[in-house]
């Protein structure tokens, strides 16, 4: 049997190295997470399973999303 929800990017439970990276964007603020849930949602239109989608954000949401995740200069 298979069961589909719906749920948002930022409630998702991600694990590994797909946990660290959607750390990285809920700590850039509710609107980098609505980004790339636009963007996956446009992407997989017929939807994605959990591995998918924790694949996605461990190995290709850096990629597509670069301004999230890049060091922050600092002044000295």
């Known amino acids: 049997m298979r069961v589909y929800t719906e749920i948002s990017l930022w409630d998702f439970e991600a ?8 750390d990285v964007l809920q700590e850039r603020g509710k609107d980098a997470c609505d980004e790339v ?6 992407a997989f239109p017929d939807g994605l ?4 989608l924790n694949d996605y954000l461990w190995f290709d ?5 670069p ?3 890049k060091e922050e200069d600092e002044d000295f």
Request: hydrophobic share 25%; charged share 40%; proline share 0%.
């Open 37 to 42: 849930e636009r963007f996956i949602n446009e």
């Open 61 to 65: 949401v850096e990629n597509d999303f």
């Open 15 to 22: 694990w590994s190295g797909g946990r660290d990276r959607l």
């Open 67 to 69: 301004q999230y995740f």
């Open 49 to 52: 399973d959990k591995t998918t």
